[in-house]
């Protein structure tokens, strides 16, 4: 006849499931340095103990293995383009440094998710080219 032995792990969490939450008990020692420690174990030879605490440890809450998914957002709809609806160039708001350089940092980060980690030295010297260019304390 076969034994079961795959019901073995099955039987172990169970009865360490079932099990009732024991209360604890710690040795608060103080060694003759004055220092104090808290303990599960007798305290040492060279120490003297000063009181037992006895507590109870909070219950263990399993953790959810499901991740949170935040909802999906809709993009908005993109604006039509065409000549008419286009301001003048002396209207059109002129990018400043600072804007500039922030683009710059957003598409080389986008540039490195899109390589992940088959990139190449080149593409990266080239990246952080573009990089400098917009960016000149960078």
Do not use: W
């Amino acid at each position: 006849m076969r034994r079961p032995y795959f019901l073995l792990p099955y039987a172990c969490l169970l009865l360490a499931c079932a099990s009732p939450a024991a209360a604890e008990s710690l040795n608060r020692c103080i060694a003759r340095d004055g220092a104090v420690s808290y303990q599960a174990l007798p305290c040492a030879p060279t120490a003297r103990l000063d009181r037992v605490v006895e507590y109870r440890p909070d219950p263990v809450t399993p953790i959810s293995t499901a991740r949170q998914v935040p909802p999906r957002v809709a993009a908005p709809a993109p604006i039509p383009r065409s000549r008419h609806l286009r301001a003048p160039r002396a209207q059109r708001a002129v990018a400043t440094a600072a804007q500039r350089c922030r683009a710059a940092r957003e598409r080389r980060e986008a540039a490195l998710q899109r390589l992940g980690l088959k990139r190449r030295y080149a593409q990266l010297s080239q990246l952080d080219a573009d990089l400098r260019a917009a960016c000149p304390r960078y």
